[in-house]
């Protein structure tokens, strides 16, 4: 396991208050830890967002930071709270009222990956759950609350988009049978995260490059969402979860031909994504 539990990508110069974040794109695969479980190479990478740390790479050069996991999603979980502890996973965890993420295996330390295989043999210690929440947990949130603190600082609010990515297969019952599907899912809570203004321009950024938009369905957003989105304090969050079918291959978790091309349409985004969060002076000297 990587000794730094993210990348920070930082812009030369920082102009834009929007944060973008990739909590699930870490493939610091350790031997320790495939060690423990029973999942080949391939399986294990099933709920990874494999990828999306690279689609948005020219967040800095457009003057937003770029924060990245290391740790990959089957390790820890980063869109959890740290207390989402699984006892059906975690010896010496008591059982708390129901939670569908821990039921489901999801917590902050997953029990199962895609399609509900599991990761492990049997349980793992808590000990070992805590080790990985304070090492990787912790520093990750604690540097993505200091750019959003430093971007509300510099241009009163703060902007994050919480990049994610979904199988093909989760958008097939979204809209009437043989429709068109979106190809973005946007989630702000169902407005509880972002204000108004923010999602739609953000929307915006999507459906003027040519893709297709839907809010909150299937996904609404997670903890990172639902935590860090505050817009009466001007502090916005939306997660985006782009159609991995748009660029890579899901069965063989490798790029497709089109990978380059659809970076580069996602380079347009980001560029009027982060013009969001400029200064109103700063938008206007740039028009």
């Not at 830890?33 to 709920?47: N, T």
């Not at 999603?73 to 959890?80: F, G, S, V």
């Not at 502890?85 to 029990?111: E, W, Y």
Request: glycine content about 6%; aromatic content about 8%; charged content about 20%.
């Amino acid at each position: 396991m990587s000794h730094s539990p993210y990348h920070l990508f930082s812009p030369a110069t920082r102009t834009s208050s929007v944060v973008f974040a990739s909590p699930h794109s870490g493939r610091d695969y350790a031997a320790t830890f495939l060690g423990q479980a029973v999942l080949d190479a391939r399986e294990i990478r099933s709920s990874e967002d494999a990828f999306v740390d690279q689609l948005f790479a020219s967040a800095p050069d457009h003057g937003a930071p770029l924060l990245t996991a290391t740790a990959p999603r089957a390790y820890l979980d980063l869109n959890r709270a740290p207390d989402e502890l699984d006892p059906a996973l975690i010896m010496g965890v008591r059982r708390v009222p129901h939670n569908p993420r821990i039921a489901s295996g999801l917590g902050v330390v997953p029990r199962v990956v895609a399609n509900g295989r599991h990761i492990y043999r049997g349980k793992i210690t808590l000990a070992e759950a805590h080790h990985r929440i304070t090492n990787n947990w912790w520093p990750y949130h604690d540097q993505l609350q200091t750019l959003l603190d430093e971007g509300h600082n510099a241009f009163g609010q703060a902007i994050l988009i919480d990049c994610h990515s979904m199988p093909h297969e989760a958008l097939e019952n979204i809209g009437a049978a043989g429709g068109i599907r979106p190809e973005v899912v946007l989630g702000d809570r169902f407005g509880a995260a972002a204000g108004a203004d923010v999602i739609a321009q953000v929307e915006s950024a999507f459906t003027d490059a040519g893709l297709r938009v839907a809010r909150n369905m299937p996904f609404a957003g997670a903890y990172n969402t639902q935590h860090y989105g505050k817009p009466v304090r001007n502090q916005h969050a939306i997660q985006v979860e782009i159609d991995r079918a748009l660029y890579m291959n899901e069965r063989t978790l490798e790029p497709h031909v089109d990978f380059d091309a659809f970076k580069v349409l996602l380079d347009r985004v980001i560029s009027a994504i982060t013009a969001i969060g400029r200064a109103k002076e700063q938008r206007v000297a740039a028009e």
